[in-house]
């Protein structure tokens, strides 16, 4: 059995069985949240419309900040129906992120709605997502390679468990964000 251990987060990989998380948290979906410390989340993009070829720049602005320091806010920006965009944080109350290039004409849609989180938690398993995502695409390319069955099974099997290692990560981390703010909508025009 391997353990690796990312920010307080333990994950354990056997040879037979899926990856199992070990993580400490705090008790966030006990936690009572003041109504003077629920963020605003004011969601913005650069300008209200777009030519074809430009891309947006997306903002997110909360007005408080977490009464404990162990934990931070996190915002999701989406496109309906689902597509989620990545955004990067500037400071512990702004958030920013670009949409894809703009190919056609029409009304785009984007959601933000913000989470209350452990913050070391979270570093620890955005760590473990990104660390399994950079070997599964290292064993994708051994395996557009690779010609020996032998080793064809062995790689697939470290890139099963490296997804289930993943999946799992991501799972345990949206689980313990706690919604504290209404999804809030953003509608550009594309000209």
Do not use: C
């Amino acid at each position: 059995m391997m353990r690796h251990l990312f920010f307080g987060v333990r994950i354990f990989l056997s040879a037979l069985a899926a990856p199992t998380l070990v993580v400490p948290t705090l008790a966030i979906s006990a936690l009572t949240i003041p109504a003077h410390a629920i963020p605003i989340t004011k969601f913005t993009s650069d300008k209200a419309a777009y030519a074809v070829g430009e891309r947006a720049i997306l903002r997110a602005h909360l007005a408080t900040e977490p009464e404990n320091r162990a934990l931070e806010w996190h915002v999701v920006v989406g496109e309906l129906p689902g597509n989620e965009i990545a955004l990067g944080k500037l400071s512990d109350r702004e958030f920013m992120g670009f949409t894809e290039v703009f190919t056609m004409t029409g009304e785009r849609t984007f959601t933000a709605t913000t989470f209350l989180q452990d913050r070391r938690l979270a570093a620890g398993l955005v760590a473990a997502i990104t660390q399994a995502s950079a070997e599964i695409l290292r064993i994708d390319g051994l395996l557009a390679t690779e010609t020996d069955p032998a080793a064809i099974e062995t790689l697939l099997l470290e890139r099963s468990r490296q997804v289930q290692l993943r999946d799992a990560a991501g799972l345990e981390l949206s689980r313990h964000r706690k919604q504290v703010d209404g999804v809030k909508t953003l509608t550009i025009q594309i000209q």
